[in-house]
């Protein structure tokens, strides 16, 4: 079956261009996360979709990074006005989320990510 | 601060010998699990441990955790080159995850 997928898997941009990238999670998961790692860092949460809850952004750096869920499925997130520390590995997972009414997160299946470089 | 924070933050072993790896966090948790990547990519589940289990096992993968500590432990038996990775811990609080950065396990053949 098919898992997270992730575009594109490499992104090279120049400072002050904007930015998508796009996460397909595992047909039926309620949860959708993105992540981003910077070179021998740990993850960085950035924000979390759960159903049709509002999701929860407290992770995201700045105003200039936003992300959308449409239809409960796939999922972008966009960085305005690029700069050069937002080179990073961006990655998105997802999982079962909300499970017969609590709140179970279950495991967390990762996409291969997109690397972004900001030169 | 990170929630749930790995020790120690770098291992070397021979081949064949055992490796653990901690992860410590701070506030109580609905469960906690074990991640493993390769080459900055490609996160990997292991093992999931729910807060009131005590051990789980998986293969040549024993997790145990203490919820009065607040710490968990990643024992890999046997260690095989291939397990030359990064583990990371993650805990679960409200179904949002937290990571932390990392043990990197170097297994020499």
């Known amino acids: 079956g098919a898992g997270v997928s992730q575009s594109p898997s490499n992104k090279v941009t120049e400072k002050g261009k904007d930015v998508e990238l796009r996460c397909d999670p595992i047909?039926?998961?309620?949860?959708l996360y993105w992540y981003r790692q910077s070179l021998g860092q740990g993850l960085e949460f950035l924000i979390y979709?759960?159903?049709?809850?509002?999701?929860?952004k407290s992770g995201l750096p700045s105003d200039r990074f936003s992300a959308e869920r449409t239809g409960g499925s796939v999922s972008t997130l966009t960085i305005q006005r690029t700069q050069q520390e937002d080179s990073a590995v961006y990655l998105c997972?997802?999982?079962?989320?909300?499970?017969?009414?609590?709140?179970?997160?279950?495991?967390?299946?990762f996409g291969p990510g997109t690397r972004l470089l900001v030169l | 601060s990170q929630q749930g924070e790995e020790d120690p933050q770098a291992l070397s072993i021979q081949e064949g010998e055992n490796a653990t790896m901690n992860c410590s966090y701070k506030?109580?948790?609905?469960?906690l699990q074990w991640y493993r990547q390769n080459s900055g990519r490609g996160l990997v589940h292991l093992i999931l441990?729910?807060?009131?289990?005590r051990e789980k096992h998986s293969g040549r993968l024993r997790v145990t955790l203490d919820t009065s500590k607040k710490s968990s432990s990643l024992l890999i038996t046997a260690s095989r080159a291939a397990d030359t990775a990064s583990y990371l811990c993650?805990?679960?609080?409200?179904?949002?995850?937290?990571f932390g950065d990392g043990t990197t396990l170097t297994v020499k053949p």
């Open positions: 997972a997802s999982s079962l989320g909300v499970v017969r009414g609590r709140q179970d997160q279950e495991t967390q299946y």
């Open positions: 047909s039926g998961h309620t949860a």
């Open positions: 979709f759960q159903g049709n809850s509002a999701p929860d």
């Open positions: 506030t109580s948790i609905n469960n």
């Open positions: 441990i729910r807060s009131n289990e």
């Open positions: 993650a805990t679960d609080i409200a179904g949002k995850s937290t």
